[in-house]
Protein backbone atom coordinates (compact mmCIF):
# COMPACT_ATOMS: atom_id res chain seq x y z
CA UNK A 1 0.00 0.00 0.00
CA UNK A 2 1.21 3.41 -0.56
CA UNK A 3 -0.47 6.44 -0.30
CA UNK A 4 1.78 9.07 -0.09
CA UNK A 5 4.71 10.33 -2.31
CA UNK A 6 7.67 8.18 -2.77
CA UNK A 7 11.07 9.98 -0.26
CA UNK A 8 13.19 9.63 -3.02
CA UNK A 9 11.82 11.78 -5.24
CA UNK A 10 12.21 14.94 -3.40
CA UNK A 11 15.00 16.97 -3.49
CA UNK A 12 15.68 17.37 0.36
CA UNK A 13 15.39 13.99 2.41
CA UNK A 14 11.86 15.28 3.74
CA UNK A 15 11.46 14.99 7.71
CA UNK A 16 10.42 12.09 10.07
CA UNK A 17 7.63 13.78 10.75
CA UNK A 18 6.24 13.76 7.61
CA UNK A 19 6.27 10.23 6.51
CA UNK A 20 3.44 8.11 7.16
CA UNK A 21 4.21 5.08 9.54
CA UNK A 22 1.56 2.77 7.26
CA UNK A 23 3.05 3.26 3.79
CA UNK A 24 6.61 4.90 5.02
CA UNK A 25 6.15 7.95 2.32
CA UNK A 26 5.58 11.35 2.79
CA UNK A 27 2.24 12.27 3.51
CA UNK A 28 -0.87 12.99 0.95
CA UNK A 29 -3.87 14.30 2.26
CA UNK A 30 -2.79 14.08 6.39
CA UNK A 31 -5.73 13.19 8.16
CA UNK A 32 -5.45 13.49 12.16
CA UNK A 33 -7.22 10.60 14.30
CA UNK A 34 -7.97 12.11 17.93
CA UNK A 35 -5.14 10.21 19.18
CA UNK A 36 -3.29 13.32 17.04
CA UNK A 37 -1.46 10.66 15.21
CA UNK A 38 -1.47 11.69 11.56
CA UNK A 39 -1.59 9.28 8.27
CA UNK A 40 -2.11 9.65 4.50
CA UNK A 41 -6.20 9.71 4.20
CA UNK A 42 -6.02 7.05 1.69
CA UNK A 43 -3.76 4.88 4.03
CA UNK A 44 -5.80 4.84 7.30
CA UNK A 45 -8.70 4.37 5.54
CA UNK A 46 -7.75 1.23 4.13
CA UNK A 47 -6.27 0.03 7.32
CA UNK A 48 -9.64 0.72 9.16
CA UNK A 49 -10.97 -1.70 6.29
CA UNK A 50 -8.75 -4.59 8.80
CA UNK A 51 -8.72 -2.95 12.00
CA UNK A 52 -10.48 0.30 13.84
CA UNK A 53 -7.59 0.88 16.46
CA UNK A 54 -4.81 3.51 15.70
CA UNK A 55 -1.36 1.40 14.13
CA UNK A 56 0.55 3.39 16.83
CA UNK A 57 -1.32 3.58 20.11
CA UNK A 58 -3.99 0.98 19.46
CA UNK A 59 -6.77 3.19 20.35
CA UNK A 60 -9.90 3.59 18.87
CA UNK A 61 -10.63 4.82 15.59
CA UNK A 62 -13.40 7.25 15.11
CA UNK A 63 -13.14 8.35 10.99
CA UNK A 64 -16.04 10.94 12.25
CA UNK A 65 -13.66 12.46 14.13
CA UNK A 66 -10.73 12.70 11.74
CA UNK A 67 -9.35 16.11 10.96
CA UNK A 68 -7.66 16.97 7.15
CA UNK A 69 -4.96 18.60 7.76
CA UNK A 70 -4.83 21.33 4.85
CA UNK A 71 -2.23 23.54 6.26
CA UNK A 72 0.77 20.30 6.24
CA UNK A 73 -0.86 18.99 2.74
CA UNK A 74 -0.15 23.09 1.74
CA UNK A 75 3.37 23.19 3.17
CA UNK A 76 4.37 19.80 1.68
CA UNK A 77 2.58 21.00 -1.66
CA UNK A 78 5.60 23.68 -1.11
CA UNK A 79 8.89 21.05 -0.89
CA UNK A 80 10.84 20.91 -4.41
CA UNK A 81 10.64 17.14 -6.21
CA UNK A 82 12.54 16.01 -8.96
CA UNK A 83 10.82 14.81 -11.87
CA UNK A 84 9.55 11.33 -12.27
CA UNK A 85 11.03 11.54 -15.83
CA UNK A 86 14.62 11.82 -14.53
CA UNK A 87 16.19 8.21 -15.63
CA UNK A 88 14.52 9.83 -19.34
CA UNK A 89 17.20 13.08 -18.68
CA UNK A 90 14.97 15.54 -17.48
CA UNK A 91 16.62 17.65 -14.58
CA UNK A 92 13.89 19.80 -13.73
CA UNK A 93 13.03 20.30 -9.78
CA UNK A 94 9.79 22.09 -9.16
CA UNK A 95 7.62 22.05 -5.72
CA UNK A 96 5.04 19.19 -5.55
CA UNK A 97 2.08 21.47 -5.66
CA UNK A 98 3.65 21.93 -9.35
CA UNK A 99 3.71 18.54 -11.07
CA UNK A 100 1.02 18.50 -12.64
CA UNK A 101 1.84 21.49 -14.77
CA UNK A 102 5.55 20.13 -15.49
CA UNK A 103 4.13 16.93 -16.23
CA UNK A 104 2.19 18.12 -18.59
CA UNK A 105 4.78 19.68 -20.68
CA UNK A 106 7.97 17.95 -19.82
CA UNK A 107 9.63 16.82 -23.31
CA UNK A 108 10.87 13.77 -21.44
CA UNK A 109 7.33 12.56 -20.96
CA UNK A 110 6.51 9.22 -22.59
CA UNK A 111 3.48 9.47 -25.36
CA UNK A 112 1.67 7.08 -27.27
CA UNK A 113 1.59 7.29 -30.97
CA UNK A 114 -1.32 9.05 -31.92
CA UNK A 115 -1.63 7.07 -35.26
CA UNK A 116 -4.32 4.30 -35.22
CA UNK A 117 -2.41 1.27 -35.28
CA UNK A 118 1.10 2.01 -34.16
CA UNK A 119 0.94 1.90 -30.56
CA UNK A 120 5.06 2.87 -30.63
CA UNK A 121 5.39 5.05 -27.18
CA UNK A 122 8.11 7.88 -27.70
CA UNK A 123 9.62 11.07 -25.65
CA UNK A 124 7.03 14.61 -26.05
CA UNK A 125 10.45 15.82 -27.31
CA UNK A 126 10.91 13.30 -30.01
CA UNK A 127 6.97 13.11 -31.26
CA UNK A 128 7.62 15.80 -34.14
CA UNK A 129 10.29 13.35 -35.84
CA UNK A 130 8.08 10.05 -34.93
CA UNK A 131 5.28 11.58 -36.84
CA UNK A 132 6.86 12.46 -40.09
CA UNK A 133 8.49 8.99 -39.70
CA UNK A 134 5.57 6.85 -38.47
CA UNK A 135 4.41 4.16 -41.31
CA UNK A 136 0.92 4.35 -40.04
Known sequence: MSGGYEVEQFVNTPDDDLICVICRAVLRCPVRLKCNHVFC????????????????????????????????????GRLS???????????????????YLHISNCPYEWQLCP???????????????HDQSCSH
Open 115 to 129: HEGCGERVLRKDAQA
Open 81 to 99: IRCRNEQQGCRATFLLSNE
Open 41 to 76: KECILQWMKRQVKCPCCRQSIDQNQMLILFKLSKSI
